[in-house]
């Protein structure tokens, strides 16, 4: 099984601001990397899939990056809407595993 | 619109079994790989189970292995999970997800329901 870990577990940006987000790998998933956010009381949404390409609808001020076992998803001017959980997922192969997440609170 | 609607959660003793529904609208349901994923309280997302738009290709995680069983109504567009052998630590919330490709096991989810919660406790 692939382990998924993100850092921080917690960041703390005023809006406006750029946040970074890190997600790595324990062995290299390639780019078959996704990225979520959920927000309270809502289901995950789909952001990023294939380390950098965002899905449907979503933003331009969204932006993924790496490969291998190194990823980060960058936000690049916070907005109200954005302070949410943020998950990475790899589905390199079976079983897929998620990030235990990334809380990106208001500062 | 995508919709997706999960039922049958509720409360269950330890041991005993439910089974989950989802039913699907705004799609060719038949054509995509449908997933379980659950969340426990105030904890991150965990992939359950996987199955193709035919039924015939099926994953599970190893926590449920032996003791769920996903399978699919094509004919009624609803996804199910059978759960059993129920234990403390499979309280979660269970959300059904659609795969956002054509074709075999889509391992990425572009559409969610809002979940069904499974709590298990004497």
């Known amino acids: 099984e692939i382990v998924m870990t993100q850092s921080p577990a917690t960041l703390s940006v005023s809006p406006g601001e750029r946040a970074t987000l890190s997600c790595r790998a324990s062995?290299?998933?390639?780019?078959?990397l996704a990225w979520y956010h959920q927000k309270p009381g809502q289901a995950p949404r789909l952001l990023i899939y294939g380390a950098s390409t965002r899905a449907t609808g979503i933003p331009a001020r969204f932006s993924g990056s790496g490969s291998g076992t190194e990823f980060t998803l960058t936000i690049s001017s916070l907005q109200p809407e954005d302070f949410a959980v943020y998950y990475c997922?790899?589905?390199?192969?079976?079983?897929?595993?998620f990030g235990g997440g990334t809380k990106v609170e208001i500062k | 619109e995508v919709q997706l609607v999960e039922s049958g959660g509720g409360l269950v003793q330890p041991g005993g079994s439910l089974r989950l529904s989802c039913a699907a609208s705004?799609?060719?349901?038949?054509?995509?790989?449908m997933t379980w994923v659950r969340q426990a309280p105030g904890k991150g997302l965990e992939w359950v189970s996987s199955i193709s738009g035919g039924g015939d290709i099926i994953y599970y995680a190893d926590s449920v292995k032996g003791r769920f069983t996903i399978s699919r109504d094509n004919s009624k567009n609803t996804l199910y999970l059978q759960v059993n052998s129920l234990r403390t630590e499979d309280t979660a919330i269970y959300y059904c997800?659609?795969?956002?490709?054509?074709?075999?096991?889509?391992?990425?989810?572009?559409?969610w329901g809002q979940g069904t919660l499974v709590t298990v406790s004497s």
């Open positions: 997922q790899h589905y390199k192969s079976w079983p897929l595993t």
């Open positions: 997800a659609k795969g956002q490709c054509t074709g075999g096991v889509c391992p990425l989810f572009d559409y």
């Open positions: 705004g799609f060719t349901f038949s054509s995509y790989a």
């Open positions: 062995q290299s998933v390639s780019s078959n």
